[in-house]
């Protein structure tokens, strides 16, 4: 057999030997929502990942963020296509009312631990909506943790009247607040 095709006869037995192992492996990610980019820097699952379907400005993000290794993370900063702009933000008591804003030092993650986003609570903040989030569209997350990886999910959008603390920006010093969307 020329070598030609003795190359080409061998590349192929590889790619059927390769598909065949892909084939038989199983799908861990079923179950979960999220699969880190960065599996030793940053071992960070999401389940039960959605946002508030929206037609403001703003909305929120929610879900369940487990760390199944044995030191905490903590998530610095978060992004989305679907965002001009994302903040970690929490609710807090303030004079009597409860309003959002920007969590100092992000969100940990503890070891062998989750951490819960929820309305009320903390949760990551989209911000500066290029368009309008309708319920049943798929929103990419992609959040940063402080061992220097990242994870990324797609959380699915879906109504919700709850959750409407104003929103007081810590960077700006104002008491004044805007309208949510947590």
Request: proline share 7%; aromatic share 4%; glycine share 10%.
């Amino acid at each position: 057999m020329p070598i030609h095709k003795r190359s080409f006869a061998t590349i192929g037995a590889g790619l059927l030997a390769l598909g065949a192992l892909t084939a038989c492996s199983s799908d861990d990610t079923a179950e979960t929502a999220t699969s880190p980019t960065a599996a030793s820097e940053c071992a960070l699952t999401v389940n039960d990942p959605w946002v508030k379907a929206t037609d403001e400005e703003m909305t929120g993000a929610f879900g369940v963020i487990e760390n199944s290794g044995d030191a905490d993370i903590t998530i610095t900063s978060a992004s989305s296509p679907s965002a001009g702009k994302m903040e970690i933000h929490e609710v807090v008591d303030q004079d009597g009312a409860m309003v959002m804003q920007p969590k100092a030092g992000g969100l940990v993650v503890p070891a062998g631990g989750s951490a819960e986003l929820k309305p009320g609570a903390d949760h990551l903040m989209l911000m500066a909506l290029p368009a309008p989030i309708e319920a049943g569209d798929e929103v990419e997350i992609t959040a940063v943790c402080n061992t220097g990886g990242s994870v990324t999910w797609t959380s699915v959008a879906k109504p919700f009247e709850g959750g409407a603390e104003p929103y007081v920006p810590m960077d700006e010093g104002s008491m004044e607040s805007s309208p949510s969307a947590s």
